[in-house]
């Protein structure tokens, strides 16, 4: 297939590349580098079957030749760089999903969106469900993430419901692994940058809250099995095992041996106090589930990091 991929240099997007590449397909990749790493886009630009075009998606895209998928994966993704770009997350999420809906539209291309667990807010249903509408705040500290991404997924159905486009919607639960920026400024990778760099590590509020975090590989068999489903309504993917942050700070201390202080800092605003998918329609639909345990997972992660950083 003819695949054009947006945020191709970011985390997610330059992995996804990878594997659609694996699989034989030819991907037409997109970024500005607002905040994606041209290393991440190493290995792709070896691949003949790989093309880049620089570009800000808030403007529209012209592409040659024909598509299959427009696949949209472009937006800042952790609160430090969402809240370092606040207007440009909105604006890729919203101008950038429209052009891209177009573009999908006027290649008779389906469009496949990177939505987001921010959607359900602090959620007060437990785990979440894809029927959960959210507890939100609009004008919050993280609204120009969530409340674009809302908007995304908004757009996205109405251009559905007008043209027919056929879609797919992913809500992506924590997530981690190699070709994540080390100074991203979530959890894991802070911890693992915490440590590596003989640092306290810092947890904000009492470390109790919850996250389920899944490994990259398994995101990406959710996504391309979901590729090879006729099914259009969103569908979470993450692991439903439930840690506490303190729970994954003692895993890390213990898988790199070291006796780092934890510094208990203030909780942010709006910080989700539990984080959980409801992952039975993934089950069902697509008979996907996460593979990899997370004591695996962050030992892979780690062995990535001591691999490309020094200190």
């Known amino acids: 297939m003819f695949i054009v991929l947006t945020g191709v240099a970011g985390f997610i997007g330059s992995n996804l590349a990878e594997r ?12 500005n580098f607002l905040t994606g790493s041209t ?32 696949m949209h994966f472009a937006s800042p993704a952790s609160p430090p760089k969402y809240l370092s770009y606040p207007i440009e997350t909105m604006r890729v999420n919203s101008e950038g999903t429209m052009h891209l809906l177009h573009l999908a539209n006027e290649k008779q291309a389906a469009f496949f969106l990177a939505s987001t667990s921010e959607i ?15 507890n939100v705040n609009s004008i919050g500290a993280r609204s120009c993430y969530n409340e674009s991404k809302r908007y995304a997924e908004a757009i996205t159905y109405w251009m559905n419901r007008k043209y027919g486009i056929p879609v797919r919607v992913i ?79 003692q895993v890390l201390k213990e898988l790199m041996k070291s006796n780092a202080q934890i510094e208990f800092l203030p909780l942010p ?13 993934s089950r069902t639909i697509m008979d996907w589930e996460p593979a990899i345990g997370l004591h695996d997972a962050l030992a892979r992660t780690i062995h990535y990091y001591q691999g490309q950083y020094i200190h």
């Open 20 to 31: 659609l590449l694996r699989e034989g397909h030819t991907v037409i990749g997109v970024d």
């Open 39 to 70: 290393v991440n886009m190493d290995n792709l630009l070896r691949s003949p079957n790989f093309k880049f075009i620089e570009h800000d998606v808030i403007h529209p895209l012209a592409v040659e030749g024909p598509v299959d998928w427009v």
């Open 120 to 134: 359900y807010g602090d959620p007060t249903v437990h785990p979440q469900p894809e029927n959960y509408y959210g």
């Open 171 to 249: 809500r992506i639960f924590n997530t981690f692994g190699p070709k994540m920026d080390l100074y991203d400024g979530r959890v894991i990778t802070n911890f693992i940058n915490q440590i590596m760099s003989k640092q306290n590590l810092t947890i904000y509020g009492d470390g109790r809250q919850t996250r389920s975090f899944q490994y990259i590989d398994d995101l990406l068999e959710g996504i391309i099995r979901l590729l090879g489903t006729t099914y259009e309504q969103p569908v979470n993917l993450g692991n439903p095992q439930e840690v506490t942050i303190l729970e994954v700070a």
């Open 269 to 281: 605003e709006d910080d989700p106090r539990r984080r959980k998918p409801d992952i039975t329609l």
